[in-house]
Every structure is written in C-alpha cells, then in structure tokens.
C-alpha cells in the first residue's frame, strides 16, 4: 500500500512540474519580460494566467489534476 501511495505522488509531482514547465514555455512565447518574470517570480505567474487565459488554461489544468493526484495519495495513505 505504501509504494502505491509513493508511486501516486510521483506521479502527481512529475504532471505539475511538466506543467509548471508547460507554463513557462507558453509565458517565453508571449514575451521575454513574461518568461523571466515567471520563473522568478510566482505571483506573476497568477497574473499571467489571468491575463493570458488562453495560452495558460490547459499547463494550469494539467498542474490541477497532478495535484489532485497527489490528494488522492495523500487521503488513500491516511486510510
């Protein structure tokens, strides 16, 4: 039980890092000033998902479900 539970927040911590990527490369698309603000700042990167809901919808939702993964690991190794 306890692998699969490691195994889930593997799994879930790799889906939001490639979507924290994701969103990088859609923020250096748009511009340079949002790319580095981005990846040094985070409160810019909630700004830029605001404003840029277009390019940014689906890295936000992809980082979501790998956060909703790691929920559910968290709540099956709690049982």
Known sequence: MESLVTAL????????I???IWL???S???SVLWGLG???LSPVQLIFLIVHWSEA???FFMQLSG???IFV???VGQA
Do not use: N, Q
């Not at 593997?10 to 939001?16: D, E, Q």
């Open 28 to 30: 250096f698309s748009v």
């Open 57 to 59: 919808k689906k890295p």
């Open 24 to 26: 990088l490369i859609e």
């Open 18 to 20: 490639i979507g924290w």
């Open 9 to 16: 927040d593997l799994i879930g911590l790799a889906i939001v």
């Open 38 to 40: 981005c990846l040094l």
């Open 73 to 75: 690991s968290v709540v």
């Open 67 to 69: 956060l909703a993964l």
